[in-house]
């Protein structure tokens, strides 16, 4: 073989590995572009999931704290009437003339019975008994969906980290929180406990 065919097939040997070299990086470019997009896109989808809990977990607060405060109010105008009805009882144990003793013992006991408006103290015990039960489970329920938000903004991060580190333990790291967060927020949606929270 003379040197100038032993050139040539070197250099073809050599533009080969080249184009080889090329091809080879341009399909390594071109599967880490694609990572780079989906995880984008998965970004992009946690973080509208993100503000749906976000918002679930601030309603839950607000309800709890309303029922808080509607338990709180129906216990003190509940107390008002048994106040009023022992002054109506003493008054009618002290009284003298016989209409106001009735008068005052049938004031007492209007206000103990149950009436269509509901604001009988057995009737206002009850409504507020319910409504602090109903604060309790929505104040459970906010911390369900809190812990569902804090899964969902830890992947989120953890999927940043993803993308600069190009690590795919990482990244099915924070796909397996992000699936965590999600499976929390709906069981506390359709209303299972969450072991240890409440």
């Known amino acids: 073989m003379e040197a100038d065919e032993a050139r040539d097939l070197i250099d073809e040997a050599v533009e080969r590995a080249e184009s080889e070299r090329e091809t080879q990086e341009s399909a390594e470019r071109s599967a880490e572009r694609q990572l780079r997009e989906r995880v984008s896109i ?10 749906i809990v976000h918002m679930a977990a601030a309603g839950a607060a607000r309800t709890s704290l309303l029922n808080g405060i509607e338990a709180s ?6 107390q ?4 009023r009805e022992t002054v109506y009882k003493t008054a ?4 003298i003339s016989q209409p106001d003793r009735v008068s005052f013992t049938h004031e007492a006991h209007r206000l103990r019975a149950p009436d269509s408006a509901r604001h009988g103290i057995g009737q206002l015990q009850i409504e507020g008994d319910r409504l602090r039960r109903a604060g309790e ?19 989120i991060v953890l999927l940043s980290i993803a993308l600069v580190a ?12 992000a699936i965590a967060g ?12 969450i072991p240890g929270l409440g």
């Open 42 to 51: 998965l970004i992009g989808i946690l973080a509208v999931c993100l503000a």
């Open 182 to 193: 999600i499976v929390i927020a709906l069981l506390t949606k359709f209303g299972v406990a």
């Open 137 to 155: 489970v929505a104040r459970s329920a906010g911390e369900g969906y809190e812990l569902g938000e804090t899964a969902l903004q830890m992947a």
């Open 166 to 177: 190009k690590s795919k333990p990482i990244l099915f790291g924070a796909c397996g929180l």
């Open 73 to 78: 109010d129906t216990f003190a105008y509940m």
């Open 92 to 95: 009618a144990a002290g009284t």
């Open 80 to 83: 008002a009437k048994i106040v």
